[in-house]
DNA sequence: GTCTATAACGTGATAGAC
DNA sequence: GTCTATCACGTTATAGAC
């Protein structure tokens, strides 16, 4: 019994493995029509331009990562398990297919990207920056992480040791990974 | 007075340019050739595929890599003076133009790439991590740095920081970038 | 909501003249 | 070493039938 947007649905879901696989000039209508089993004209019909379809893919990733931090905000609200559940998502993402964060992705690619899924891109990373700056707030006041300077600037460093990391892994193997998380916890005083 | 191969080495610096601007599939040879002033034919014949061109390029940052390095290795061969030396080129390239690491690019793109690029990019990634994994070992040998585990793993660490920080810059704005160089000093007992 | 058909253009690439 | 000319194909996108 499938639902009126059931192919719109499919759609986004694919195109968003294709985002994340190849980057958003990497990627046609055909890659996304020919498996689905559909024509391009019917992907029109739900996103008319290709910018349409990016910007909601990038506000699916923004869903996705709401949907996430409040998840791991009431699985006990300790710092320390949001901060690992993070990492146990981009660790467990990278092992299945090799996926990477879609912000270094928006990056990489940025001046080649429609206006609007420029805009929608930095909204999902000032969220993203936000988010985790709580958490290590929060962390380092509850004494459980240990750094020093201004909570968003270890944030920014954080998330870019991640973001870095999983790029680095796609050239040279996953355990460059997973050394790397490693040292992050070291770094934060908790091995 | 120019040399038999000025076009050539012209076609190498603006697509160099290019891709570090707006990845792999964001460039054509109309891009590189118009403002050149010389036709797309002109460039088939120094590259006749973009596979051999995109191989030249990595060939190049590896080029720049060993050359930049050997020079921070002959200016006191300091490990101190070497990261930092390191740490101002990606500070520098980003400011200018918003430059970016290559290896971050590639790796976005790596399964777009034709095969001779991906194991070049392979190659350029493993020079890095060997070269900052001296680095650091050494200067923590010297009292310089402090940090712990295994040398490679902070490098892994290091380098994914300044990739992944410059990539947030480009969403965020360049001062993500010289705070995310802040903690990361502060991070190696620095500051 | 999906289709056929087509438009308008950009792409990487090649042959052969100069 | 660069040109003109051309190719075969893929791209995003639209109009209109069903």
Redesign the pocket.
């Known amino acids: 019994m499938?639902?009126?947007?059931?192919?719109?649905s499919k759609?986004v879901e694919l195109a968003q493995q294709l985002l994340l696989e190849r980057g958003y000039?990497g990627?046609?209508?055909?890659?996304i029509?020919k498996p689905l089993?559909?024509?391009?004209?019917?992907?029109?019909?739900?996103?008319?331009?290709?910018?349409?379809?990016g910007v909601a893919l990038i506000n699916e990733f923004r869903e996705i990562l709401h949907t996430r931090t409040t998840d791991f905000m009431q699985s006990g609200g300790n710092p320390v398990n949001q901060l690992e559940g993070y990492i146990g998502f981009i660790l467990d993402s990278f092992k299945r297919d090799k996926t990477i964060c879609p912000m270094g992705i928006l990056a990489v690619d940025l001046f080649t990207l429609?206006e609007k899924m420029q805009i929608h891109a930095q909204l999902l990373v000032n969220e993203m920056i936000r988010w985790l700056t709580r958490v290590l707030d929060a962390g380092r006041d509850a004494g459980l992480f240990f750094f020093n300077g201004p909570a968003v600037d270890k944030a920014v460093a954080v998330k870019s040791v991640l973001q870095g990391a999983a790029q680095l892994a796609r050239l040279n193997g996953a355990g460059i990974l997973d050394n790397a998380v490693v040292q992050l916890r070291r770094d934060l005083g908790r091995a």
Chains 1, 2 share one sequence.
């Open positions: 499938r639902s009126r947007t059931d192919t719109r759609i000039n990627f046609s209508y055909q890659d029509s089993g559909v024509k391009n004209a019917a992907i029109h019909y739900h996103f008319p331009t290709k910018e349409d379809l429609p």
